[in-house]
């Protein structure tokens, strides 16, 4: 066999196995971010398209969390913060329960609301995770960072879990740890993911040497990266037209079945907690710009991110009518191919540039209000305004752009 037709058999390889729901997460210490405050960070891929934030208050704390549309009440969380300023999300992991213990529950969704029910600190969920009944259903790498300074991942199999802590010198040199859908402590070469790690390592290191680890930075270039660690192929280099313009769309850190990515930027210690931030973007990322969220006395979230009447947020809708208009193609396998063009033109009229602009804006309008909140922390009131102040922004610009 020609060395032509084993690679391309390694592709179609990677792509069936790619076809499992992944994500890809990382925890940041604030030690290493560039000004203190640690990061947590989810893309979230799944089989659930559309996705909402939810503002709750059943637990020991308030909190709000990233939930599938189709779940009115809110009995799974996927990434969430809470009024402690204690924070977490999960990736599934392939590597850790042997195959005679596969579970076909999914729990993850359910420690995660469990969590920012009561969890004020790492120890609190390590806590809880003691406390489940074993074997309970897990097969997860657990994300999660506090407001006193701490973070890790706990890899968690079916019957007990491992910490690695961002703050090892050890484990996290740079001052960050990444993780897909395999476990480090897990089976070797199995799990899934392998190909987006590489691709997230190479742009962490490098922004943790040159003090860029940021939300923005997290938002713009690792969530949205069209760099392939195995190709070495960077769509956003590729120049297309006529026939040529579709491209394979598989194992970028953006995912055909990535329905959100979401930042939640914590608070330096004896800062209030109610000052995290969860940097949203809701629907498919390539086609949708970020939305803060912030706990508050009212309960307020944006518009344009909780539920209306359809059962789905605005945004959402919004970020998945561009999305159809990237896929086309919608017989066989048409998912895998990425019309490029229409997301990046060679004139700079793509819809990943567009919203490149609008985001901009969005940031800057969003770190002025934190700037003055972070000296004076602001009122219901004023975190209301600020919502309708970006919910005017984003409406008004996808109906400019693209008549949404």
Avoid at 32 to 58: A, C, I, Q, S
Avoid at 220 to 242: F, M
Wanted: charged share 20%.
């Amino acid at each position: 066999m020609s060395r032509k037709l084993i690679f391309l058999a390694i592709l179609l390889a990677l792509t069936i196995a790619g076809q499992v729901y992944a994500c890809t997460t990382a925890v940041i210490s604030g030690r290493f971010t560039r000004d203190g405050r640690p990061l947590l960070w989810k893309n979230r891929d799944t089989g659930e398209p559309d996705n909402k934030v939810m503002y709750f208050t059943d637990g020991k704390y308030d909190y709000t969390g990233l939930v599938n549309s189709n779940d009115s009440l809110g009995k799974d969380v996927w990434i969430g913060m809470n009024a402690a300023g204690f924070a977490i999300m999960n990736s599934a992991s392939y590597n850790l329960n042997p195959k005679e213990e596969a579970d076909d529950a999914v729990n993850e969704g359910k420690v995660i609301k469990k969590a920012l029910q009561q969890c004020a600190t790492v120890d609190d969920f390590e806590k809880l995770l003691k406390s489940l009944p074993v074997p309970h259903g897990l097969e997860a790498n657990f994300g999660v960072i506090d407001a006193q300074g701490k973070g890790a991942f706990f890899e968690t199999s079916n019957r007990g879990y491992v910490k690695i802590d961002v703050n090892d010198p050890v484990a996290a040199p740079m001052g960050y740890l990444i993780r897909t859908n395999y476990s480090f402590t897990g089976k070797p070469d199995q799990g899934q993911g392998y190909i987006r790690y590489q691709t997230a390592e190479r742009l962490f290191y490098q922004a943790s040497a040159t003090n860029n680890l940021t939300p923005e930075f997290i938002l713009r270039d690792a969530a949205r990266c069209l760099y392939h660690s195995l190709t070495e192929t960077d769509l956003a280099l590729v120049q297309c037209s006529g026939k040529d313009k579709f491209v394979w769309f598989a194992d970028y850190i953006p995912r055909y079945s990535t329905a959100a990515s979401v930042v939640v930027q914590g608070v330096k210690k004896n800062e209030p907690a109610l000052l995290a931030t969860m940097w949203t973007v809701l629907g498919f990322p390539l086609c949708s710009v970020v939305c803060p969220v912030w706990l508050n006395d009212r309960h307020e979230l944006p518009e344009l991110l909780k539920a209306g009447q359809s059962g789905t947020a605005p945004l959402c809708d919004k970020a998945l009518a561009l999305k159809e208009r990237c896929f086309p193609v919608r017989r066989g396998h048409g998912k895998d191919y990425l019309d490029l063009p229409v997301l990046i033109g060679s004139a700079g009229d793509g819809i990943l540039q567009k919203l490149a602009v609008v985001e901009k804006e969005i940031f800057l309008e969003t770190n002025n209000a934190l700037g003055s909140w972070r000296k004076t922390p602001p009122t219901a009131t004023a975190i209301k305004q600020e919502y309708d102040t970006l919910d005017r922004m984003i409406t008004e610009a996808y109906q400019r752009l693209f008549g949404l």
